[in-house]
Protein backbone atom coordinates (compact mmCIF):
# COMPACT_ATOMS: atom_id res chain seq x y z
CA UNK A 1 0.00 0.00 0.00
CA UNK A 2 1.14 3.48 -0.72
CA UNK A 3 1.83 6.02 1.83
CA UNK A 4 0.01 8.65 -0.47
CA UNK A 5 -3.27 8.54 1.14
CA UNK A 6 -5.17 10.30 -2.12
CA UNK A 7 -4.47 7.33 -3.74
CA UNK A 8 -5.92 5.36 -1.27
CA UNK A 9 -9.51 3.21 -1.81
CA UNK A 10 -12.06 5.92 -0.53
CA UNK A 11 -13.10 3.38 2.21
CA UNK A 12 -9.72 3.20 3.32
CA UNK A 13 -9.47 6.87 3.39
CA UNK A 14 -12.57 6.88 5.73
CA UNK A 15 -11.58 4.44 8.30
CA UNK A 16 -8.14 6.08 8.04
CA UNK A 17 -10.01 9.29 8.68
CA UNK A 18 -12.08 7.91 12.18
CA UNK A 19 -9.16 6.53 13.41
CA UNK A 20 -7.18 9.74 13.26
CA UNK A 21 -9.86 11.12 14.70
CA UNK A 22 -10.36 9.19 17.28
CA UNK A 23 -7.39 9.27 18.62
CA UNK A 24 -6.96 13.08 18.05
CA UNK A 25 -10.00 13.31 20.12
CA UNK A 26 -9.15 11.14 23.03
CA UNK A 27 -6.02 13.17 23.28
CA UNK A 28 -7.51 16.70 23.42
CA UNK A 29 -10.31 15.20 26.36
CA UNK A 30 -7.18 14.33 28.27
CA UNK A 31 -4.76 16.53 27.55
CA UNK A 32 -6.06 19.28 25.32
CA UNK A 33 -8.79 21.06 27.05
CA UNK A 34 -11.88 18.53 26.05
CA UNK A 35 -15.18 19.96 25.23
CA UNK A 36 -13.35 23.90 25.21
CA UNK A 37 -11.12 22.70 22.77
CA UNK A 38 -13.66 20.46 20.26
CA UNK A 39 -15.96 23.53 20.26
CA UNK A 40 -13.58 25.93 18.96
CA UNK A 41 -11.45 24.17 16.56
CA UNK A 42 -12.94 21.30 15.99
CA UNK A 43 -16.67 21.18 15.52
CA UNK A 44 -17.07 24.04 13.44
CA UNK A 45 -14.95 22.53 10.65
CA UNK A 46 -17.33 19.02 10.99
CA UNK A 47 -20.45 21.42 10.88
CA UNK A 48 -19.10 22.95 7.75
CA UNK A 49 -19.25 19.76 5.75
CA UNK A 50 -22.55 18.16 7.30
CA UNK A 51 -23.64 22.14 6.03
CA UNK A 52 -22.00 21.69 2.75
CA UNK A 53 -23.75 18.46 2.18
CA UNK A 54 -27.37 19.51 3.47
CA UNK A 55 -27.72 22.65 1.55
CA UNK A 56 -28.27 21.24 -1.05
CA UNK A 57 -30.97 18.37 0.18
CA UNK A 58 -34.10 20.98 -0.23
CA UNK A 59 -33.26 21.45 -4.09
CA UNK A 60 -32.27 18.00 -4.40
CA UNK A 61 -35.38 16.39 -2.23
CA UNK A 62 -37.71 19.46 -4.13
CA UNK A 63 -36.67 18.44 -7.54
CA UNK A 64 -36.09 14.63 -6.94
CA UNK A 65 -39.79 14.11 -5.77
CA UNK A 66 -41.36 16.45 -8.53
CA UNK A 67 -39.61 14.29 -11.39
CA UNK A 68 -39.90 10.90 -9.38
CA UNK A 69 -43.81 11.58 -9.39
CA UNK A 70 -43.77 11.83 -13.05
CA UNK A 71 -41.52 8.90 -13.16
CA UNK A 72 -43.58 6.74 -11.28
CA UNK A 73 -46.49 6.09 -14.09
CA UNK A 74 -43.80 4.44 -16.15
CA UNK A 75 -42.99 2.22 -13.30
CA UNK A 76 -46.55 1.25 -11.81
CA UNK A 77 -49.24 2.36 -10.29
CA UNK A 78 -48.41 4.96 -8.28
CA UNK A 79 -50.91 4.44 -5.26
CA UNK A 80 -49.91 0.94 -4.95
CA UNK A 81 -46.11 1.62 -4.95
CA UNK A 82 -46.76 4.55 -2.12
CA UNK A 83 -48.52 2.56 -0.36
CA UNK A 84 -46.83 -0.37 -0.31
CA UNK A 85 -43.50 2.16 0.99
CA UNK A 86 -45.65 3.39 3.29
CA UNK A 87 -46.88 0.29 4.75
CA UNK A 88 -42.83 -1.19 4.77
CA UNK A 89 -42.65 2.00 6.92
CA UNK A 90 -45.22 1.17 9.67
CA UNK A 91 -44.10 -2.19 9.67
CA UNK A 92 -40.48 -2.06 10.23
CA UNK A 93 -41.04 1.04 12.55
CA UNK A 94 -43.40 -1.50 14.77
CA UNK A 95 -40.80 -3.73 14.58
CA UNK A 96 -38.59 -1.63 16.19
CA UNK A 97 -40.61 -0.04 18.63
CA UNK A 98 -41.48 -3.84 19.96
CA UNK A 99 -37.49 -4.72 20.07
CA UNK A 100 -37.05 -1.12 22.40
CA UNK A 101 -39.89 -1.85 24.13
CA UNK A 102 -38.29 -5.91 24.77
CA UNK A 103 -35.05 -4.78 25.72
CA UNK A 104 -36.04 -1.50 27.94
CA UNK A 105 -38.62 -4.03 30.30
CA UNK A 106 -35.50 -6.76 30.12
CA UNK A 107 -32.53 -4.67 30.88
CA UNK A 108 -34.39 -2.04 33.43
CA UNK A 109 -32.26 1.20 32.41
CA UNK A 110 -34.31 3.43 34.69
CA UNK A 111 -33.44 1.87 38.14
CA UNK A 112 -30.29 2.50 40.38
CA UNK A 113 -29.16 6.29 38.73
CA UNK A 114 -29.21 8.04 41.80
CA UNK A 115 -29.64 11.42 42.38
CA UNK A 116 -29.44 12.39 38.38
CA UNK A 117 -32.96 13.97 39.01
CA UNK A 118 -30.67 17.40 39.84
CA UNK A 119 -29.82 17.62 36.42
CA UNK A 120 -33.46 17.54 34.78
CA UNK A 121 -34.08 20.25 32.79
CA UNK A 122 -37.61 21.05 30.90
CA UNK A 123 -38.21 20.57 27.60
CA UNK A 124 -41.26 21.56 25.34
CA UNK A 125 -43.63 19.25 24.49
CA UNK A 126 -44.03 18.70 21.04
CA UNK A 127 -48.17 18.52 19.66
CA UNK A 128 -50.01 17.19 17.07
CA UNK A 129 -50.76 20.22 15.86
CA UNK A 130 -47.09 21.36 15.20
CA UNK A 131 -46.64 18.35 13.07
CA UNK A 132 -49.63 19.04 10.59
CA UNK A 133 -48.23 22.49 10.35
CA UNK A 134 -44.92 21.37 9.32
CA UNK A 135 -47.04 18.81 7.15
CA UNK A 136 -48.81 21.36 5.17
CA UNK A 137 -46.78 25.03 6.03
CA UNK A 138 -48.56 27.60 4.57
CA UNK A 139 -45.54 29.64 3.21
CA UNK A 140 -43.30 27.13 0.97
CA UNK A 141 -40.61 29.71 0.75
CA UNK A 142 -40.68 29.58 4.24
CA UNK A 143 -40.31 25.84 4.45
CA UNK A 144 -37.43 25.97 2.37
CA UNK A 145 -35.91 28.70 4.40
CA UNK A 146 -36.37 26.56 7.91
CA UNK A 147 -34.88 23.58 6.44
CA UNK A 148 -39.29 22.26 6.96
CA UNK A 149 -37.83 19.08 4.70
CA UNK A 150 -41.45 17.40 5.64
CA UNK A 151 -43.41 20.22 4.05
CA UNK A 152 -41.34 20.22 1.16
CA UNK A 153 -42.29 16.70 0.28
CA UNK A 154 -45.78 17.70 0.70
CA UNK A 155 -45.48 20.71 -1.81
CA UNK A 156 -43.56 18.53 -3.72
CA UNK A 157 -46.14 15.72 -4.44
CA UNK A 158 -48.41 18.36 -5.02
CA UNK A 159 -46.37 20.39 -7.75
CA UNK A 160 -45.32 17.16 -9.67
CA UNK A 161 -49.14 15.76 -9.63
CA UNK A 162 -50.39 18.65 -11.13
CA UNK A 163 -47.27 18.87 -14.27
CA UNK A 164 -48.48 15.02 -15.07
CA UNK A 165 -52.23 16.70 -14.75
CA UNK A 166 -51.71 19.31 -17.08
CA UNK A 167 -50.23 17.15 -19.89
CA UNK A 168 -47.71 18.67 -22.49
CA UNK A 169 -48.12 21.72 -21.27
CA UNK A 170 -45.69 20.50 -18.04
CA UNK A 171 -42.89 18.74 -19.95
CA UNK A 172 -40.97 22.34 -20.49
CA UNK A 173 -40.91 22.94 -16.65
CA UNK A 174 -40.53 19.29 -15.95
CA UNK A 175 -37.27 19.60 -18.00
CA UNK A 176 -35.83 22.25 -16.38
CA UNK A 177 -36.18 20.42 -12.84
CA UNK A 178 -34.98 17.21 -13.64
CA UNK A 179 -31.97 19.08 -14.78
CA UNK A 180 -31.54 21.23 -11.38
CA UNK A 181 -32.01 17.47 -10.21
CA UNK A 182 -29.04 16.81 -11.76
CA UNK A 183 -26.93 19.66 -11.06
CA UNK A 184 -27.81 18.94 -7.34
CA UNK A 185 -26.18 15.19 -7.82
CA UNK A 186 -22.97 16.64 -9.59
CA UNK A 187 -22.82 18.91 -6.44
CA UNK A 188 -23.35 16.10 -4.10
CA UNK A 189 -20.28 14.44 -5.85
CA UNK A 190 -18.08 17.07 -5.40
CA UNK A 191 -18.91 17.05 -1.52
CA UNK A 192 -18.92 13.75 -1.08
CA UNK A 193 -15.08 13.40 -1.80
CA UNK A 194 -14.83 15.27 1.06
CA UNK A 195 -15.98 13.23 3.29
CA UNK A 196 -12.65 11.89 4.65
CA UNK A 197 -11.77 15.66 5.81
CA UNK A 198 -15.11 15.89 7.48
CA UNK A 199 -15.39 12.53 8.69
CA UNK A 200 -12.03 13.56 10.76
CA UNK A 201 -13.51 16.88 12.28
CA UNK A 202 -16.61 15.22 13.30
CA UNK A 203 -15.31 12.09 14.92
CA UNK A 204 -12.79 13.79 16.77
CA UNK A 205 -15.09 16.21 18.16
CA UNK A 206 -17.38 13.74 19.55
CA UNK A 207 -14.24 12.05 21.30
CA UNK A 208 -12.92 15.43 22.77
CA UNK A 209 -16.29 16.45 24.11
CA UNK A 210 -17.51 13.46 25.67
CA UNK A 211 -14.73 11.17 27.38
CA UNK A 212 -15.70 7.37 28.27
CA UNK A 213 -16.31 8.35 31.94
CA UNK A 214 -19.13 10.63 30.65
CA UNK A 215 -20.99 7.76 29.98
CA UNK A 216 -20.93 5.81 33.62
CA UNK A 217 -23.99 7.05 35.18
CA UNK A 218 -26.08 6.12 32.11
CA UNK A 219 -24.10 3.27 31.00
CA UNK A 220 -27.20 1.05 31.58
CA UNK A 221 -29.44 3.22 28.98
CA UNK A 222 -26.65 3.98 27.04
CA UNK A 223 -26.09 -0.10 26.58
CA UNK A 224 -30.07 -0.54 25.94
CA UNK A 225 -29.93 1.51 23.20
CA UNK A 226 -27.54 0.16 21.81
CA UNK A 227 -28.34 -3.31 22.13
CA UNK A 228 -31.97 -2.59 21.14
CA UNK A 229 -30.05 -0.82 17.33
CA UNK A 230 -28.00 -3.70 17.13
CA UNK A 231 -31.00 -6.32 17.42
CA UNK A 232 -32.98 -4.53 14.18
CA UNK A 233 -29.28 -4.32 11.94
CA UNK A 234 -28.23 -8.05 12.65
CA UNK A 235 -31.64 -9.74 13.25
CA UNK A 236 -34.81 -7.19 12.06
CA UNK A 237 -33.50 -5.95 9.05
CA UNK A 238 -31.91 -9.31 7.85
CA UNK A 239 -34.75 -11.96 8.58
CA UNK A 240 -36.59 -9.20 6.64
CA UNK A 241 -34.52 -8.68 3.47
CA UNK A 242 -34.06 -12.81 2.97
CA UNK A 243 -37.81 -13.37 3.94
CA UNK A 244 -39.64 -10.45 1.68
CA UNK A 245 -36.82 -9.03 -0.33
CA UNK A 246 -35.29 -12.54 -1.44
CA UNK A 247 -31.64 -11.08 -1.30
CA UNK A 248 -28.56 -11.56 0.78
CA UNK A 249 -28.81 -9.57 4.02
CA UNK A 250 -24.48 -9.30 3.97
CA UNK A 251 -24.75 -8.39 0.53
CA UNK A 252 -26.72 -5.58 1.05
CA UNK A 253 -24.67 -4.41 3.88
CA UNK A 254 -21.41 -4.31 2.02
CA UNK A 255 -23.99 -2.25 -1.02
CA UNK A 256 -25.14 0.19 1.95
CA UNK A 257 -21.87 0.43 4.02
CA UNK A 258 -20.88 4.14 2.44
CA UNK A 259 -23.77 5.61 3.82
CA UNK A 260 -24.41 3.51 6.84
CA UNK A 261 -20.75 4.76 7.53
CA UNK A 262 -21.28 8.50 7.02
CA UNK A 263 -25.06 8.17 8.82
CA UNK A 264 -23.06 7.03 11.76
CA UNK A 265 -20.47 9.82 11.55
CA UNK A 266 -22.85 12.93 10.69
CA UNK A 267 -25.89 12.18 12.97
CA UNK A 268 -28.19 13.05 10.11
CA UNK A 269 -30.66 10.97 7.67
CA UNK A 270 -31.01 14.16 5.81
CA UNK A 271 -27.24 14.61 4.74
CA UNK A 272 -26.83 11.55 4.24
CA UNK A 273 -29.47 11.34 1.50
CA UNK A 274 -27.37 12.10 -1.57
CA UNK A 275 -25.31 9.11 -0.29
CA UNK A 276 -28.37 6.66 0.13
CA UNK A 277 -29.74 7.64 -2.80
CA UNK A 278 -26.87 6.65 -4.82
CA UNK A 279 -26.50 3.57 -2.90
CA UNK A 280 -30.03 2.66 -3.40
CA UNK A 281 -29.28 2.88 -7.53
CA UNK A 282 -26.28 2.04 -8.58
CA UNK A 283 -25.27 -0.77 -5.79
CA UNK A 284 -28.67 -2.06 -4.62
CA UNK A 285 -30.31 -1.83 -7.84
CA UNK A 286 -33.65 0.01 -6.79
CA UNK A 287 -34.94 1.27 -10.06
CA UNK A 288 -34.29 4.98 -10.49
CA UNK A 289 -37.37 6.07 -10.74
CA UNK A 290 -39.05 4.52 -7.78
CA UNK A 291 -36.13 5.13 -5.35
CA UNK A 292 -36.00 8.47 -6.63
CA UNK A 293 -39.34 8.89 -4.97
CA UNK A 294 -38.91 6.34 -1.99
CA UNK A 295 -35.06 7.63 -0.48
CA UNK A 296 -36.13 11.17 0.04
CA UNK A 297 -39.44 10.31 1.70
CA UNK A 298 -37.81 7.80 3.67
CA UNK A 299 -35.27 10.07 4.59
CA UNK A 300 -37.69 12.43 6.01
CA UNK A 301 -40.36 10.02 8.03
CA UNK A 302 -38.59 7.25 8.36
CA UNK A 303 -36.38 6.88 12.00
CA UNK A 304 -36.03 3.09 13.11
CA UNK A 305 -33.53 4.62 15.48
CA UNK A 306 -34.77 8.23 16.73
CA UNK A 307 -38.12 7.68 16.41
CA UNK A 308 -38.67 3.96 17.24
CA UNK A 309 -36.30 1.98 19.33
CA UNK A 310 -34.65 5.49 21.60
CA UNK A 311 -38.59 6.57 22.71
CA UNK A 312 -39.84 3.24 23.38
CA UNK A 313 -36.54 2.71 25.82
CA UNK A 314 -36.45 6.24 27.25
CA UNK A 315 -40.24 6.04 27.78
CA UNK A 316 -39.65 2.85 29.66
CA UNK A 317 -36.67 4.43 31.37
CA UNK A 318 -38.79 7.55 32.24
CA UNK A 319 -41.55 5.39 33.65
CA UNK A 320 -39.54 3.42 35.96
CA UNK A 321 -37.01 6.19 36.95
CA UNK A 322 -39.81 8.46 38.21
CA UNK A 323 -41.63 5.05 39.84
CA UNK A 324 -44.53 5.29 37.44
CA UNK A 325 -46.33 1.89 36.62
CA UNK A 326 -47.10 1.42 32.93
CA UNK A 327 -49.67 -1.40 32.03
CA UNK A 328 -50.70 -2.69 28.17
CA UNK A 329 -53.03 0.07 27.73
CA UNK A 330 -49.67 2.77 28.30
CA UNK A 331 -47.17 0.31 26.31
CA UNK A 332 -49.53 0.21 23.14
CA UNK A 333 -49.68 4.28 23.32
CA UNK A 334 -45.95 4.02 23.42
CA UNK A 335 -45.78 2.26 20.56
CA UNK A 336 -48.29 4.29 18.49
CA UNK A 337 -46.72 7.32 18.96
CA UNK A 338 -43.64 6.11 17.99
CA UNK A 339 -44.38 4.86 15.04
CA UNK A 340 -46.71 7.52 14.02
CA UNK A 341 -44.70 10.14 15.69
CA UNK A 342 -41.86 9.63 13.39
CA UNK A 343 -43.59 12.27 10.33
CA UNK A 344 -41.99 15.21 13.00
CA UNK A 345 -39.13 13.71 13.82
CA UNK A 346 -37.24 15.63 10.82
CA UNK A 347 -33.68 14.45 9.32
CA UNK A 348 -31.15 16.75 11.26
CA UNK A 349 -29.00 15.71 14.31
CA UNK A 350 -31.07 15.61 17.56
CA UNK A 351 -34.42 14.78 16.55
CA UNK A 352 -35.00 11.77 18.64
CA UNK A 353 -36.00 14.21 21.82
CA UNK A 354 -38.60 15.37 19.73
CA UNK A 355 -39.98 11.99 19.37
CA UNK A 356 -39.66 10.98 22.96
CA UNK A 357 -41.38 14.17 24.10
CA UNK A 358 -44.21 13.63 21.75
CA UNK A 359 -44.18 10.10 23.17
CA UNK A 360 -43.81 10.98 27.51
CA UNK A 361 -46.49 13.67 25.94
CA UNK A 362 -48.84 11.19 24.71
CA UNK A 363 -48.46 8.67 27.60
CA UNK A 364 -48.29 11.08 30.42
CA UNK A 365 -44.87 10.78 31.47
CA UNK A 366 -43.27 13.62 33.17
CA UNK A 367 -40.88 15.44 30.66
CA UNK A 368 -38.47 17.14 33.04
CA UNK A 369 -37.04 13.76 34.02
CA UNK A 370 -35.13 13.48 30.36
CA UNK A 371 -33.53 16.35 30.39
CA UNK A 372 -30.12 15.30 31.47
CA UNK A 373 -30.54 12.53 28.64
CA UNK A 374 -29.25 15.74 26.13
CA UNK A 375 -25.65 15.34 27.64
CA UNK A 376 -25.07 11.80 25.71
CA UNK A 377 -27.25 12.68 22.98
CA UNK A 378 -24.54 13.01 20.61
CA UNK A 379 -23.07 9.74 22.05
CA UNK A 380 -26.25 7.57 21.01
CA UNK A 381 -27.50 9.44 18.08
CA UNK A 382 -24.90 8.21 16.01
CA UNK A 383 -25.76 5.06 16.58
CA UNK A 384 -29.59 5.76 15.64
CA UNK A 385 -29.10 7.65 12.70
CA UNK A 386 -26.64 4.83 11.63
CA UNK A 387 -30.02 2.41 11.66
CA UNK A 388 -32.24 5.25 10.28
CA UNK A 389 -30.38 4.93 7.57
CA UNK A 390 -30.11 1.17 7.15
CA UNK A 391 -34.14 0.88 7.18
CA UNK A 392 -34.64 3.64 4.66
CA UNK A 393 -32.75 1.62 2.35
CA UNK A 394 -34.03 -1.26 3.25
CA UNK A 395 -38.07 -0.67 2.61
CA UNK A 396 -37.25 0.63 -1.26
CA UNK A 397 -35.29 -2.67 -1.86
CA UNK A 398 -38.26 -4.85 -0.08
CA UNK A 399 -40.97 -2.67 -2.28
CA UNK A 400 -38.93 -2.58 -5.71
CA UNK A 401 -38.60 -6.77 -5.50
CA UNK A 402 -42.50 -7.20 -4.97
CA UNK A 403 -42.74 -4.98 -7.93
CA UNK A 404 -40.41 -6.07 -10.07
CA UNK A 405 -38.36 -3.27 -10.38
CA UNK A 406 -35.09 -4.46 -8.09
CA UNK A 407 -32.25 -5.30 -10.75
CA UNK A 408 -29.96 -8.47 -9.45
CA UNK A 409 -27.58 -8.09 -11.59
CA UNK A 410 -26.67 -4.40 -10.49
CA UNK A 411 -27.17 -5.55 -6.34
CA UNK A 412 -24.83 -8.74 -6.92
CA UNK A 413 -22.59 -7.12 -9.40
CA UNK A 414 -19.46 -5.04 -8.49
CA UNK A 415 -20.29 -2.50 -6.55
CA UNK A 416 -19.69 1.16 -8.03
CA UNK A 417 -17.49 3.91 -6.36
CA UNK A 418 -19.99 6.74 -5.24
CA UNK A 419 -16.80 9.34 -5.42
CA UNK A 420 -17.46 8.51 -9.23
CA UNK A 421 -19.49 10.75 -11.22
CA UNK A 422 -23.26 9.89 -10.68
CA UNK A 423 -24.36 7.85 -13.28
CA UNK A 424 -26.87 8.37 -15.90
CA UNK A 425 -29.89 6.74 -14.21
CA UNK A 426 -29.19 9.17 -11.13
CA UNK A 427 -28.88 12.43 -12.99
CA UNK A 428 -30.46 11.90 -16.10
CA UNK A 429 -27.02 12.78 -18.37
CA UNK A 430 -24.49 10.88 -19.80
CA UNK A 431 -21.31 11.09 -16.74
CA UNK A 432 -17.87 10.50 -18.31
CA UNK A 433 -15.62 7.80 -15.94
CA UNK A 434 -12.01 7.89 -15.77
CA UNK A 435 -10.60 5.62 -17.87
CA UNK A 436 -7.14 3.88 -18.02
CA UNK A 437 -4.85 4.62 -15.31
CA UNK A 438 -7.27 7.36 -13.99
CA UNK A 439 -9.73 4.77 -13.40
CA UNK A 440 -7.67 2.45 -11.51
CA UNK A 441 -6.13 4.80 -9.52
CA UNK A 442 -9.90 6.77 -8.27
CA UNK A 443 -10.76 5.59 -4.80
CA UNK A 444 -12.85 2.79 -4.51
CA UNK A 445 -15.52 2.26 -1.40
CA UNK A 446 -16.47 -0.56 0.27
Known amino acids: MTFRVWKWQFWQQIVLSLVLGGVAGALINN ?171 LIAAVVATYGPSSLAPLAKFTGAIYLGLALMLVVGYPVLLRAFGRVNPLRFYRNSWPAIQFGFVSSSSLATLPIAQRVSIERNGVQPEYASFAQPLGATIKFDGCGAIYPAIAAVFVAQYTGVQLGLGEYALIALAAVIGQIGTGGTPGPALVALTLTLTTVGLPLEAVGYLIAIDKVIDMGRTATNVTGQLTVPVLVARSEGILDDEVFNGRSRPLDAPPSDAVTGEDAAEPAGKDREAAPQPA
Open 31 to 201: FGGGAATAEDWLEPFGDVYVSLLKVVVVPLVFAAIVVSVGRLRGVGSVARLTGKTLGWFVVTSAIATTIGLVVALIIKPGEGLGDLAGEATETDPVTWTQILQNLFPSNIVQAMADGNVLGVVTFAVLFGAALVAIGERGERLTSLIDDLYAVMQKAVWWVVRLTPIGSFF
